[in-house]
T-cell receptor, first 113, second 117 residues
Framework: ETGVTQTPRHLVMGMTNKKSLKCEQH?????MYWYKQSAKKPLELMFV???????ENNSVPSRFSPECPNSSHLFLHLHTLQPEDSALYLC????????????FGQGTRLTVV | AQSVAQPEDQVNVAEGNPLTVKCTYS??????LFWYVQYPNRGLQFLLK??????LVKGSYGFEAEFNKSQTSFHLKKPSALVSDSALYFC???????????????FGTGTQLKVEL
């Protein structure tokens, strides 16, 4: 247990559905991240929030919409996804300080049908 | 731009033998380097990091890594491998020369370590 909890662990959704992924951290961190992990590819950084403010949007399609209501919670809202969006979505948190490690949740395995 | 290369998709080693998982990096400023491990259907777990100081860094589960500035490398090592070390290993880098929200962590493609009896 790393202190970062993601729900749900597994999600199957149709291309016309709307769903949300949730991430919660109890580590007192002030930065939160969404990563996408696909087979045979590097982890792709999607979004970065520092002190609840979005500081990075790594050219992510608008069908992915992040929300960070406070420094402990991070959401990823999904709508009209494509099958190629199927992947493991990982949430992480850290202190904003550059020399600190990030702690990851166990991920949400998303399948788009 | 910062980047990480892990040249081996898979490393096979016999239990009890030493292991090395290779990583090279590219940053414009000072590198902050990290190793993570991922077991099946799990998130990434932090193993160790290099920020400054001694080039040999010791981490969890008997792993260590050596920072080599001239070769821009940060190879992960363990003197004696265990079957339970079999997992996916990721190297990552942050550019310490960035300012203003430069906490972006860039990962390599990962190396699958297989330790056999």
């Amino acid at each position: 247990e790393t202190g970062v909890t993601q729900t749900p662990r597994h999600l199957v959704m149709g291309m016309t559905n709307k769903k949300s992924l949730k991430c919660e951290q109890h580590l007192g961190h002030n930065a939160m991240y969404w990563y996408k992990q696909s087979a045979k590819k590097p982890l792709e950084l999607m979004f970065v929030y520092n002190f609840k403010e979005q500081t990075e949007n790594n050219s992510v399609p608008s069908r992915f919409s992040p929300e960070c209501p406070n420094s402990s919670h991070l959401f990823l809202h999904l709508h009209t996804l494509q099958p190629e969006d199927s992947a493991l979505y990982l949430c992480a948190s850290s202190q904003v300080n550059q020399n600190t490690e990030a702690f990851f949740g166990q991920g949400t395995r998303l399948t788009v049908v | 731009a910062q980047s990480v290369a892990q040249p081996e998709d898979q490393v096979n080693v016999a239990e009890g033998n030493p292991l090395t998982v290779k990583c090279t990096y590219s940053v414009s400023g000072n590198p902050y380097l990290f190793w993570y491990v991922q077991y099946p259907n799990r998130g990434l777990q932090f193993l160790l990091k290099y920020i400054t100081g001694d080039n040999l860094v010791k981490g969890s589960y008997g792993f260590e890594a050596e920072f080599n500035k001239s070769q821009t490398s940060f190879h992960l090592k363990k003197p004696s491998a265990l079957v339970s070390d079999s997992a996916l290993y990721f190297c990552a880098v942050r550019d310490g020369g960035l300012t203003g929200g430069g906490n972006k962590l860039t990962f390599g493609t990962g190396t699958q370590l297989k330790v056999e009896l």
